[in-house]
């Protein structure tokens, strides 16, 4: 009897601890979306304009510096693309356009990535970089943002690299900003007049908090 009682003991004692040990969290963050000007062949020059929207991310503790981490993010903005020998001074002109040719398209863009977080603790300043990939899905919204109805939606694989910090309020929340860049092909929307082929870095600033559980 006394065995039995001292082993269900220990076992609250072990299901209490594991209880107060948070090894998860949620975050909510607002964020911005930053791009540069993207040069491609035949004149194409492409750029976004900046723009607000929202991130939700989800860790699992691994060790007390190591977490796995999945995000899911949706902001809209706009793409501006123009074609011609007018975008550029000194570029040579597309045949079949006098000047330049410019598209504007209003875009939805969702993030789905996973990523592997590394951080370290100084009393309440969390430090933190990551890295990992997933996909970017760019959706036109056929408005009056959009010039080209004919568009198409794309996706593209991504890589995620980023860093950050956090500050802890208490054991459950702590406020969170962060540095996030994407490594993602520029997209062209179905439409081959505005095919860059390149390659550009989105950045992606987020600022929120995170509820630990």
Do not use: W
């Amino acid at each position: 009897m006394k065995k039995t009682i001292l082993l269900g003991v220990l076992m609250l004692t072990a299901a209490a601890c594991v209880a107060q040990e948070s090894r998860q969290d949620v975050s909510f963050s607002g964020t911005g979306l930053f791009g540069p000007t993207i040069h491609g062949p035949g004149a194409v020059v492409a750029n976004s304009t900046g723009a607000l929207g929202l991130l939700t991310s989800y860790r699992f503790m691994l060790t007390p510096h190591s977490a796995l981490e999945v995000n899911y993010s949706f902001i809209q903005n706009n793409q501006k693309y123009c074609v011609g020998g007018g975008c550029v001074p000194g570029a040579p002109v597309v045949p079949g356009l006098t000047n330049y040719y410019s598209y504007r398209i209003h875009s939805r863009m969702q993030e789905a990535t996973g990523a592997y977080v590394f951080g370290m603790t100084f009393k309440r300043f969390n430090p933190f970089l990551e890295a990992g990939g997933g996909t970017l899905i760019f959706t036109p919204v056929l408005d009056n943002g959009t010039k080209e109805l004919g568009t198409k939606g794309t996706k593209g694989l991504a890589g995620l690299f980023g860093g950050g910090l956090a500050y802890e309020l208490s054991p459950s929340f702590d406020i969170r900003a962060e540095y996030r860049g994407f490594l993602v092909k520029t997209p062209a929307f179905g439409e081959p007049n505005i095919v860059t082929n390149r390659y550009e870095v989105l950045s992606m600033p987020t600022l929120g908090v995170a509820y630990h559980f």
